[in-house]
């Protein structure tokens, strides 16, 4: 739980305003407007409690997805709520793997490891994608 404040904090400090004034100077570059801002914070605000369960179970967006919740300026208790929910749930499908695969656990870090390089791949490519689009 502790991990996750500091980018919930991050995200309060940066607030909704900020963001939209750097998406409206660096828009190229951040690949959104002040217009995609408010829509995403409108998103966030109506399933961002499900998006955090969720993000908490996607490698490398684990720790991310703390910082939406902070510029949506999420109830503190609702945001540490979901986030011990998803941590649980993750820490249970470790906990499960690990019961079941026994001596052969060791390998579970293997593909979380592979499947985090692909996340973060993935998350790069749509970057460059959207960099090389934008308007």
Do not use: Q
């Amino acid at each position: 739980m502790l991990g996750a404040l500091p980018f919930y904090y991050i995200g309060r400090w940066i607030n909704e305003e900020r963001l939209k004034a750097l998406a409206d100077r660096y828009g190229r570059w951040l690949t959104v407007s002040g217009n995609d801002i408010e829509r995403s914070k409108a998103w966030f605000d109506k399933h961002g409690r499900t998006a955090i369960i969720l993000g908490r179970l996607v490698p490398a967006v684990r720790s991310l997805i703390s910082i939406p919740a902070g510029i949506a300026r999420m109830n503190l208790a609702i945001f540490l709520t979901y986030t011990t929910v998803g941590t649980a749930l993750w820490t249970a499908l470790l906990a499960f793997l690990g019961y079941y695969l026994g001596s052969n656990f060791g390998r579970v870090g293997e593909y979380v490891d592979k499947i985090s390089w692909l996340v973060m791949a993935a998350i790069v490519l749509i970057y460059i994608v959207r960099v090389i689009r934008h308007k």
